[in-house]
């Protein structure tokens, strides 16, 4: 397992999970699919909320999933990729786990962000040599990509509400002055 020598391959239990967010400082961890796409987090929290008595850690984390996970939305939930994306002030990959409870993989904050855009593929980060950030069709960092967002939300939003920008606002839970700053700042023409 890269960046995470001292965990075994195999089902995690709650103890297991709890050890890897302590040793490496982490507070959120991904759960994907079986097509790695991001089906919601695990926190911190939540798992030592969950795991009241000394018994509870020798549970499996599947039956946590099942349980706790609160299923995403990776065109809404941004609040919950930058989370995710504070990890990477102290590490350099980020464990995922999968609906079993087993880790699968160790992602950088670029398959992260490409996870979350429903574009990750772990063929063409092999196959590049300049890594999976040359396949972001012209985005290049962060803060980009979370503007591209932000614009395409705005755009659905405002289209849903047939052009109302108060509704829109509302919608999004800004303030109508938020929506239209962030209008004029991202060029969007209406």
Do not use: C
């Amino acid at each position: 397992m890269p960046n995470f020598p001292d965990i075994t391959p195999g089902p995690l239990s709650k103890g297991d999970l709890l050890k890897l967010f302590y040793r490496y400082s982490l507070q959120i961890i991904p759960v994907v699919d079986d097509d790695k796409r991001i089906i919601g987090f695990l926190r911190k929290s939540d798992l030592i909320a969950a795991s009241g008595i000394v018994k509870d850690l020798n549970s499996p984390v599947d039956e946590l999933i099942r349980v706790n996970l609160s299923q995403i939305k990776p065109q809404e939930d941004l609040d919950q990729l930058t989370d995710a994306i504070q990890n990477f002030k102290r590490i350099e990959s980020l464990p995922v786990i999968n609906q079993e409870g087993k880790i699968i993989d160790a992602w950088d904050k670029i398959d992260l962000m490409l996870a979350w855009a429903g574009k990750y593929d772990r063929s063409l980060k092999e196959k590049s040599e300049g890594g999976v950030a040359d396949t972001m069709v012209g985005i290049t960092s962060l803060p980009e990509y979370l503007s591209k967002v932000e614009r395409d939300l705005i755009l659905k939003s405002i289209k849903i509400h047939k052009g109302v920008i108060t509704k829109a606002a509302k919608a999004l839970g800004i303030s109508t002055a938020s929506i239209r700053y962030r209008i004029k700042k991202l060029k969007i023409n209406i």
